[in-house]
């Protein structure tokens, strides 16, 4: 397997690799450090995981050169693994805001929400926009949720979720930049600073679930 000539595809697949390396540092975090392990918590490693896996598979995907049924085949295992990751996500902040007994029945309808949207994308290259909407409204939601939470304190770590949620929205909104290109000791285009920012987006959440 070949490493793929570009620069700025090497710069992104690296990035990709340093963004699986966060997630599934933070599962760790998550799994060591929390005082009693629970389901809130698998949600959120869960969600990570999937994160990582994702990026792990963007890494091989950008930074190889591969035939051109298996760059179909990892990109739809990127969007699969992200698209489920926003659902359980979505969950995870169901939790938080209303309980355990309304995560349960969130679930079901969000993992086919993310299966469904996943499915959509992929009925034509350009409906993948649809995948960058569910993510934003994901996240906007996210975000109010946890602000309110953060001012009314009726969950420990809120303001660190808030904040983590925040860096991730300013990731959603570079992503889409086509024209977005620098070089920084290395050739830089959207995608490898969007999983640099990301990254930052999920310490900060790792740090707010460990307080609670």
């Known amino acids: 397997m070949k490493i793929i ?3 700025t595809e090497r710069t992104t697949a690296a990035t990709d690799v340093i963004l699986s390396a966060v997630a599934a540092g933070v599962v ?3 799994q060591l450090l929390t005082r009693d392990p629970s389901w809130r918590i698998s949600l959120w490693s869960w969600s990570f995981g999937l994160i990582a896996l994702s990026a ?3 890494a091989i995907y950008h930074g190889c050169s591969l035939a051109d049924r298996l760059r179909r085949v ?3 295992a990127i969007t699969v693994c992200m698209g489920l990751a926003i659902s359980l ?3 995870a902040v169901v939790h938080d805001a209303d309980g355990p007994q309304s ?3 969130a679930l079901p309808i969000m993992l086919t ?4 949207v996943f499915a959509f994308s992929r009925v034509r290259p350009g409906l ?3 995948f960058i909407i569910y993510e934003a409204a994901a996240l906007l939601i996210a975000f109010v949720f946890y602000i309110w939470m953060a001012a009314s304190g009726t969950v420990k770590g809120a303001e660190w979720m808030a904040a983590g949620i925040a860096v991730s929205l300013v990731a959603a909104a570079i992503q889409p930049i086509k024209r977005l290109r620098f070089a920084l000791l290395w050739e830089f285009d959207r995608n490898g600073l969007f999983h640099l920012v990301q990254g930052v987006g999920l310490v900060l959440l790792g740090v707010g679930l460990v307080q609670t």
């Not at 929400?113 to 469904?116: P, Q, R």
């Open 113 to 116: 929400a993310g299966v469904a």
């Open 5 to 7: 000539p570009n620069l």
């Open 74 to 76: 990892l990109w739809q």
């Open 28 to 30: 760790i975090y998550l």
């Open 89 to 91: 996500f979505l969950v």
């Open 128 to 130: 993948f926009a649809v």
């Open 56 to 58: 792990g598979c963007g």
């Open 103 to 105: 995560a349960q029945h």
